[in-house]
Protein backbone atom coordinates (compact mmCIF):
# COMPACT_ATOMS: atom_id res chain seq x y z
CA UNK A 1 0.00 0.00 0.00
CA UNK A 2 2.74 2.33 0.74
CA UNK A 3 4.61 2.12 -2.61
CA UNK A 4 1.23 2.45 -4.29
CA UNK A 5 1.03 5.78 -2.88
CA UNK A 6 4.48 6.63 -3.56
CA UNK A 7 4.22 6.14 -7.05
CA UNK A 8 0.89 8.23 -7.25
CA UNK A 9 2.68 11.41 -5.51
CA UNK A 10 6.01 10.49 -8.39
CA UNK A 11 3.40 10.47 -11.26
CA UNK A 12 1.29 13.47 -9.70
CA UNK A 13 4.68 15.27 -9.44
CA UNK A 14 6.12 14.60 -13.01
CA UNK A 15 2.70 15.55 -14.38
CA UNK A 16 2.51 19.01 -12.60
CA UNK A 17 6.15 19.67 -13.34
CA UNK A 18 6.12 18.94 -16.96
CA UNK A 19 3.00 20.91 -17.51
CA UNK A 20 4.45 24.21 -15.34
CA UNK A 21 7.72 24.08 -17.32
CA UNK A 22 5.59 23.48 -20.47
CA UNK A 23 3.48 26.82 -19.84
CA UNK A 24 6.67 28.47 -18.99
CA UNK A 25 8.33 27.69 -22.48
CA UNK A 26 5.39 28.61 -24.45
CA UNK A 27 5.31 31.77 -22.52
CA UNK A 28 9.40 32.70 -23.62
CA UNK A 29 8.53 31.33 -27.40
CA UNK A 30 5.50 33.55 -27.43
CA UNK A 31 7.97 36.96 -26.85
CA UNK A 32 5.23 37.51 -23.85
CA UNK A 33 7.33 37.66 -20.77
CA UNK A 34 8.79 40.25 -19.44
CA UNK A 35 7.83 43.72 -18.79
CA UNK A 36 6.71 45.89 -21.11
CA UNK A 37 5.91 49.48 -22.06
CA UNK A 38 2.82 50.42 -24.20
CA UNK A 39 2.86 52.92 -27.51
CA UNK A 40 0.67 53.44 -30.29
CA UNK A 41 0.58 53.94 -33.97
CA UNK A 42 -1.57 55.55 -36.43
CA UNK A 43 -2.02 53.84 -39.75
CA UNK A 44 -5.13 53.99 -42.96
CA UNK A 45 -3.96 50.59 -43.92
CA UNK A 46 -3.10 47.66 -41.67
CA UNK A 47 -3.17 44.96 -44.13
CA UNK A 48 -1.24 42.03 -42.70
CA UNK A 49 -0.95 43.04 -39.47
CA UNK A 50 -2.85 41.40 -36.50
CA UNK A 51 -1.93 40.28 -32.61
CA UNK A 52 1.09 38.85 -32.11
CA UNK A 53 3.03 40.79 -35.69
CA UNK A 54 6.48 41.49 -34.46
CA UNK A 55 8.13 44.47 -33.88
CA UNK A 56 11.41 45.68 -34.72
CA UNK A 57 14.01 48.53 -33.88
CA UNK A 58 16.45 48.80 -36.87
CA UNK A 59 15.95 44.98 -37.22
CA UNK A 60 16.22 43.81 -33.75
CA UNK A 61 12.78 42.29 -32.32
CA UNK A 62 11.75 44.54 -29.10
CA UNK A 63 7.63 43.89 -28.79
CA UNK A 64 4.54 42.84 -29.96
CA UNK A 65 1.81 44.29 -31.66
CA UNK A 66 -1.22 44.02 -28.69
CA UNK A 67 -4.46 44.96 -30.34
CA UNK A 68 -6.01 46.75 -33.26
CA UNK A 69 -8.75 49.43 -33.13
CA UNK A 70 -10.97 50.45 -35.88
CA UNK A 71 -11.25 54.63 -34.88
CA UNK A 72 -13.33 55.36 -37.99
CA UNK A 73 -16.71 55.72 -36.04
CA UNK A 74 -15.71 56.70 -32.23
CA UNK A 75 -16.68 59.71 -31.38
CA UNK A 76 -13.88 60.68 -29.61
CA UNK A 77 -11.35 60.95 -32.05
CA UNK A 78 -11.13 64.39 -33.73
CA UNK A 79 -10.28 65.07 -37.18
CA UNK A 80 -6.72 65.48 -36.64
CA UNK A 81 -5.93 61.90 -35.12
CA UNK A 82 -8.20 60.76 -37.66
CA UNK A 83 -5.99 62.11 -40.49
CA UNK A 84 -3.18 60.36 -38.86
CA UNK A 85 -4.82 57.02 -39.94
CA UNK A 86 -7.95 55.34 -38.87
CA UNK A 87 -6.53 51.96 -37.40
CA UNK A 88 -5.01 52.68 -33.88
CA UNK A 89 -2.03 49.98 -33.25
CA UNK A 90 -1.08 49.17 -29.90
CA UNK A 91 2.38 47.76 -29.18
CA UNK A 92 4.25 46.54 -26.24
CA UNK A 93 7.61 47.11 -26.40
CA UNK A 94 10.21 46.30 -23.94
CA UNK A 95 10.49 47.85 -21.17
CA UNK A 96 13.27 51.09 -21.03
CA UNK A 97 13.60 50.78 -24.62
CA UNK A 98 14.64 54.36 -26.04
CA UNK A 99 12.87 55.31 -29.19
CA UNK A 100 13.95 58.61 -30.52
CA UNK A 101 10.87 61.12 -31.10
CA UNK A 102 11.40 61.38 -34.47
CA UNK A 103 11.20 58.04 -35.42
CA UNK A 104 9.29 56.50 -38.12
CA UNK A 105 7.13 52.75 -37.68
CA UNK A 106 7.12 51.20 -41.20
CA UNK A 107 4.68 47.82 -42.31
CA UNK A 108 7.22 45.87 -43.89
CA UNK A 109 7.90 42.19 -45.28
CA UNK A 110 11.26 41.37 -46.14
CA UNK A 111 10.28 39.33 -49.10
CA UNK A 112 7.25 37.91 -51.21
CA UNK A 113 6.57 34.78 -48.42
CA UNK A 114 7.90 36.43 -45.38
CA UNK A 115 5.96 37.97 -42.21
CA UNK A 116 4.77 41.00 -42.15
CA UNK A 117 6.39 43.17 -39.41
CA UNK A 118 6.36 46.43 -38.32
CA UNK A 119 9.85 48.06 -38.74
CA UNK A 120 10.79 51.34 -36.29
CA UNK A 121 13.79 53.09 -38.49
CA UNK A 122 15.72 55.17 -36.03
CA UNK A 123 14.95 59.08 -35.96
CA UNK A 124 18.32 61.64 -35.19
CA UNK A 125 16.45 63.43 -32.56
CA UNK A 126 18.03 63.78 -29.35
CA UNK A 127 14.70 63.58 -27.37
CA UNK A 128 13.09 59.93 -26.60
CA UNK A 129 9.37 58.73 -26.71
CA UNK A 130 7.71 58.11 -23.57
CA UNK A 131 5.25 55.33 -22.72
CA UNK A 132 2.29 55.88 -23.92
CA UNK A 133 3.39 58.11 -26.31
CA UNK A 134 2.48 57.97 -30.37
CA UNK A 135 5.23 56.77 -32.62
CA UNK A 136 5.27 58.10 -36.29
CA UNK A 137 4.01 56.03 -38.90
CA UNK A 138 4.79 55.87 -42.54
CA UNK A 139 2.47 53.95 -44.78
CA UNK A 140 3.54 50.30 -46.35
CA UNK A 141 4.05 50.00 -50.18
CA UNK A 142 3.19 46.78 -51.39
CA UNK A 143 5.24 44.91 -54.14
CA UNK A 144 2.42 45.73 -57.06
CA UNK A 145 2.54 49.27 -56.16
CA UNK A 146 6.67 49.68 -56.68
CA UNK A 147 6.25 47.48 -60.02
CA UNK A 148 3.38 49.57 -61.48
CA UNK A 149 5.22 52.74 -60.69
CA UNK A 150 8.35 51.15 -62.29
CA UNK A 151 6.36 50.42 -65.65
CA UNK A 152 4.72 53.57 -65.76
CA UNK A 153 8.39 55.41 -65.18
CA UNK A 154 9.73 53.39 -68.16
CA UNK A 155 6.62 54.32 -70.61
CA UNK A 156 7.02 57.82 -69.55
CA UNK A 157 10.47 57.67 -70.48
CA UNK A 158 10.22 55.48 -73.81
CA UNK A 159 7.23 58.23 -75.33
CA UNK A 160 8.60 61.47 -73.67
CA UNK A 161 11.98 61.41 -73.94
CA UNK A 162 13.20 58.40 -75.97
CA UNK A 163 10.82 58.37 -78.59
CA UNK A 164 11.15 62.49 -79.77
CA UNK A 165 15.56 62.15 -79.69
CA UNK A 166 14.47 58.62 -82.35
CA UNK A 167 12.28 60.42 -84.28
CA UNK A 168 14.72 63.70 -84.47
CA UNK A 169 17.57 60.89 -85.49
CA UNK A 170 15.15 59.50 -88.47
CA UNK A 171 14.21 62.37 -89.56
CA UNK A 172 17.50 64.14 -90.12
Do not use: C, H
Not at 91 to 112: C, F, K, Q
Amino acid sequence: MRDERRNYIAVGLFVVTTSVRGIIWIATVSGQTGATDSYTIRYESVVGLREGTQIYFQGYPIGIVDGIADKRNDPSESDADLKLGMFEIKVDIDRGWAIPANSVAEISASGLLSAVVIDIKRGDSPEFLSPGDRIQSAEATSLMTVVSDAASGMSRFLFEDLRPQLESLVSN
